[in-house]
């Protein structure tokens, strides 16, 4: 069974940093492009930043574009998403999906392989 656990979440004041992270079990997450998401309370999900299979390529939301950054590290079958300079509207569900076609920017909705539940960040003072 393909699954992907996102964690890393937490309670962060702004203009602070958290780290998530997605791993994979049951496959290989090389030769998948993967793309994180956000729904905040109220808000439709929108994509955040996507990376590709290789890593070689990157996308980021304009929202989110400067602060932060996808990685993956395919020995580890890990993706990460560092971000910096958080802000109360950074608060949100964040989820991992795993899609066997190319980034094609940061679009969301779209069909995935497979998905996490997701990990709650709150950015708060």
């Known amino acids: 069974q393909l699954q992907l656990v996102e964690s890393g979440g937490g309670l962060m004041q702004p203009g602070g940093s958290l780290r998530l992270s997605c791993a994979a079990s049951?496959?290989?997450?090389?030769?998948?492009?993967i793309v994180w998401s956000r729904q905040a309370p109220g808000k439709e999900r929108e994509g955040v930043s996507c990376?590709?299979?290789?890593?070689?390529?990157?996308n980021y939301a304009d929202s989110v574009k400067g602060r932060f950054t996808i990685s993956r590290d395919n020995t580890k079958n890990t993706v990460y998403l560092q971000m910096n300079s958080l802000k109360p509207e950074d608060t949100a569900v964040y989820y991992c999906?795993?899609?066997?076609?190319?980034?094609?920017?940061?679009?969301?909705?779209?069909?995935?392989?497979?998905w996490g539940k997701g990990t709650l960040v709150t950015v708060s003072s």
């Open positions: 999906a795993a899609d066997k076609r190319s980034c094609r920017g940061t679009s969301w909705p779209r069909v995935v392989d497979s």
């Open positions: 049951g496959f290989t997450l090389d030769g998948y492009s």
């Open positions: 990376i590709s299979s290789s890593g070689a390529s990157t």
